[in-house]
């Protein structure tokens, strides 16, 4: 079973910016952040794929949110920058073991609790 903890998140303002951490009990191929406003469904954010070494931003973050490695610790740093209102919801890291780490939220089993993340 993997544990994922969470640190980050918050408050600010559009146009600041605030940074996610997640740190994994073990390695898995995939770790990434996905989030989930309310009434909407749950959508990945940005992906670090560990097996091929490579990173991925979903479209609607690109060009302000950045996903970076942090080997000594298995997890991951997502630098949101730009910050917009509709960036505000619940921000999930989450851990898979797929091959396929992008667009396969069916296989991240592992959540961590979540952490707000409020744009106003």
């Known amino acids: 079973h993997v544990q994922l903890v969470e640190s980050g998140g918050g408050s600010v303002q559009a146009g600041g910016s605030l940074t996610l951490n997640c740190t994994a009990s073990q390695y898995t191929r995939c770790l990434g952040w996905f989030r989930q406003a309310p009434g909407k469904q749950r959508e990945e954010v940005a992906i670090?794929?560990?097996?091929?070494?490579?990173?991925h931003v979903a479209d609607s973050t690109k060009g302000r949110f950045t996903i970076s490695r942090d080997t000594a610790n298995a997890g991951v740093h997502l630098q949101m920058d730009m910050l917009k209102p509709e960036d505000t919801a619940m921000y999930y890291c989450?851990?898979?073991?797929?091959?396929?780490?992008?667009?396969?939220?069916?296989?991240?089993?592992?959540w961590g609790q979540g952490t707000q993340v409020t744009v106003s």
């Open positions: 989450a851990a898979s073991r797929s091959k396929l780490c992008v667009d396969n939220i069916g296989g991240y089993i592992y």
């Open positions: 670090v794929n560990f097996g091929e070494g490579t990173t």
